[in-house]
């Protein structure tokens, strides 16, 4: 996941290590942690496959690398964008890949958002249906945190499907949101 995180970071603009880590905690950072110690061993792994190329620049008595993403480079972020997402992941690896999309065509960003609302669809049917069955057991006292973190599983994935339709038409984030940027 790293690897394609700082490809996406530095496919149009050279940047510096230091430079790709503040620009992930500023994006994705919400969402995915980076560390100098991860990232610059990803890094160096992409250099040795030839996905990014080094420019050593002079400032004053400094030496700043830059990272490049080359042409295989590129290539290889947008293969794995277009790809569909492995589920088995976690929802911070779909964010992640989500907040690429708009480096895809139309037409591959809407089939996998839409292949990921199904997905979602089926997440809440399977989770309501615990909630059926949780409920159906007479005589059976309800476990409060059991009952509480499948509500919260339950309007969570009702979230994340009322957010990739929304996204699919790319509505203005005020409609989704709240007059003060508070959820609705």
Do not use: C
Request: glycine letters at 8%; proline letters at 3%; charged letters at 30%.
């Amino acid at each position: 996941m790293l690897d394609n995180i700082v490809l996406g970071m530095i496919l149009d603009e050279p940047r510096t290590g230091y430079n790709i880590k503040k620009l992930i905690e500023a994006s994705v950072g919400n969402f995915y942690k980076v560390s100098y110690g991860n990232l610059y061993p990803a890094l160096k792994r992409l250099a040795d496959e030839g996905l990014v190329t080094l420019d050593e620049q002079t400032h004053g008595k400094k030496v700043k690398k830059y990272y490049i993403a080359t042409d295989d480079g590129k290539k290889s972020f947008m293969e794995w964008l277009s790809i569909p997402f492995e589920h088995s992941l976690g929802g911070e690896a779909l964010m992640v890949k989500i907040f690429f999309f708009g480096r895809l065509p139309e037409d591959a960003r809407r089939r996998q958002l839409g292949e990921y609302e199904v997905h979602f669809r089926q997440s809440l049917r399977k989770l309501m249906a615990m909630e059926k069955a949780i409920l159906k057991e007479e005589g059976e006292t309800v476990d409060y945190f059991e009952i509480s973190t499948l509500y919260l599983g339950i309007r969570n994935t009702q979230i994340a499907i009322d957010w990739l339709k929304h996204i699919m038409q790319q509505k203005p984030l005020p409609d989704f949101l709240g007059q003060r940027g508070e959820y609705i």
